[in-house]
């Protein structure tokens, strides 16, 4: 395997020091990303959110200082996520506004209709099985809650095969049950936010 390939792996699914120094980087390089699509989002002051693929826990950690008096959850595919992201929001955890654990988006372990925000930031191009995926997020989203996918286009472009397009993922967000999707660029146009609403039929 190539230096590239372990890196895309160490993205992917970080472990050991490596993986732990992946995730330093990600959170410093994600900031500035994470905060813009922040702005699209309409966070109440206690809000029960949900980050997929929480990486090294700074979006928790933004979320947080947003939303005062809520819940936040965080779920990852990797031990040392969950380690390295409980590790970041350390007070939080201790007093019970932040829960970590280890999970796959295919099988979210909460209940249906959970959620207010659910997020992911720079990972659903690493999904599995995205169709299912978005089908979970459908089903632990409560009415009238919303879904946000933030990337980088090029990772996207480069990563995917397949619902690479606006209008393929508005298809598949559709078609998992979302009945309003919106789409946000920035201004230079090299990040994403698409955000799927979840409204009860009339």
């Known amino acids: 395997m190539n230096l590239l390939n372990r890196l895309i792996e160490q993205a992917k699914n970080p472990n050991g020091i490596i993986g732990s120094f992946m ?18 989002m309409k966070i109440s002051g206690n809000a029960v959110m949900l980050d997929i693929g929480c990486g090294g826990g700074k979006a928790i950690q933004l979320m947080s200082k947003i939303n ?9 595919y990797s ?6 992201s409980i590790r970041a929001n350390k007070t939080d955890v201790a007093t019970g506004k932040v829960y970590v654990q280890q999970a796959s988006v295919t099988d979210i372990p909460f209940p249906e209709n959970e959620f207010d925000i659910i997020t992911a930031f720079q ?8 169709e299912n995926g978005i089908k979970e997020v459908f089903r632990v989203l409560k009415s009238e809650g919303s879904f946000l996918i933030i990337a980088e286009k090029y990772k996207i472009n480069y990563h995917m095969k397949s619902y690479k397009t606006k209008e393929e993922l508005e298809q598949l967000f559709k078609k998992s049950g979302f009945n ?7 201004v230079n146009k090299k990040w994403i936010c698409m955000k799927g609403f979840k409204i009860d039929k009339v």
């Open 79 to 84: 031990e040392q996520a969950v380690k390295d």
């Open 23 to 40: 995730l330093n980087i990600m959170n410093t390089a994600h900031t500035e990303m994470n905060k813009w699509a922040f702005e699209k």
């Open 180 to 186: 309003k999707v919106e789409f946000y660029e920035n």
């Open 68 to 76: 005062t008096y809520g819940k936040i959850y965080g779920i990852d």
């Open 123 to 130: 990972t659903h191009y690493f999904w599995s099985d995205l």
